[in-house]
């Protein structure tokens, strides 16, 4: 599909006047349509609710876009939670999966009445001596073994730190049955950014059947099923998107095969999506300022990888589009780089572009997820501001740049007595 950029060159001139490049962008507009295909493609069901998973994009202006759409938030660790409290979420609007956690996340989950997803069966022991455990309790899933999705998509559980495996399942619904627990969740991540249409489908049949074994086996009630994340995005022009609509009713499908006919049509159907729900509608914008000619063609940005990671950490591909030049030939042969010392800090290699002038500016496409949230201080260089576009096109800064203050504020400089 045409990547197109979801701002202008005139937008970015009239941003960058007030917040200097590199700065990132998210499309208001576009993520609340997609918010709303996702909640009606999954509107059969009862009791749905995508919890959005906060570590893909953790800003307040997002989230608190998602709490006014109805979207719960997925925390991994104490200041995600400290996040979503401060946006008003509380209670069944939070689910916290964590995994290796430490006791003062679990004890602030708890505080917040959040839904405790365990990682592990030790957690039981763990989690019940710190808080108590709930009514409603989660656990996480790992199959194990290789999981095909289809197209080759496929990843491998048993290779997986997380989750519990089978037998662990259904010891730890046994322990906590006997401790009092009355309903349970089940929840598995078995492979991210899936572009098909197959994968929760799949993985829904699989925790269906695991979750109408673990009531006969136990009389246990299960009250959700957590599909998690891994919905994916088409990074690439010649990838096909996911249609959430085909998703929600091929889940729909197994709900009804599965789960109506063992008696469980009250079972809630829960995801966790962070890519599918902000990946395109966020990008980074950067300025080129360096032109170099040396054994290849380099073009050199004012952003780099501690800006957005995926390509240097995975290779990722991220499409380039140069604003102002959206119908230019891509006539050039150019390796896109930041300014680390590190030679993998290329945000594109070899990529066919329109010849780059010093001053243009470069939207790197599908940076919503996983992008700004990846962020890091290598070489002493700062993280972004981050700018909302709104429906009617004005924007606001959503958070400012870091300065180099941020950079020093966690030295004491007390005892140096040349400041
Ligand atoms: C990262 C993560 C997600 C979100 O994954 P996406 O691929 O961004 O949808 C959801 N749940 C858990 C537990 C995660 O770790």
Known sequence: MKKVPFIDKKTAELIDAKIPTPFYVYDEEGIINNIKNIRSAFAWNMGFKEYFAVKATPNPFLLKIMKEHGL???C?????LILSKAVGFSGDDIMFSSNETPEEDYVLAQKLGSIINLDDITHIDYFDKLCGLNETMSIRYNPGGVFTVSNGIMDNPQDAKYGMTTDQVFEAVRIMMDRGVKHFGIHSFLVSNTVTNDYYPMLAGKLFELAVDVHRKTGAHISFINLSGGVGIPYTPDQEPN???VIGDE???????????????DVAIYTEMGRYVMGPYGALVTKAIHEKHIYKEYIGVDACAVNLMRPAMYG???HITVLG????PCTHKYDVVG?????NDKFAIDRMLPEIEKGDYLFIHDTGAHGFSMGYNYNGKLRSAEVLVHPDKSFEMIRRAETPKD????????DFDFI
């Open 76 to 80: 991994s660790s104490l200041t995600e």
């Open 316 to 318: 990722s591909y991220h």
């Open 251 to 265: 889940v729909r499908k197994v709900y009804e095969k599965i789960l109506v006919p063992a008696g469980m049509g």
């Open 325 to 328: 030049k959206e119908d230019a």
């Open 339 to 343: 300014g680390l010392c590190e030679n």
């Open 72 to 74: 719960g938030v997925d």
């Open 407 to 414: 950079y020093l504020a966690t030295f004491d400089f007390s």
């Open 243 to 245: 249609d959430i609509f």
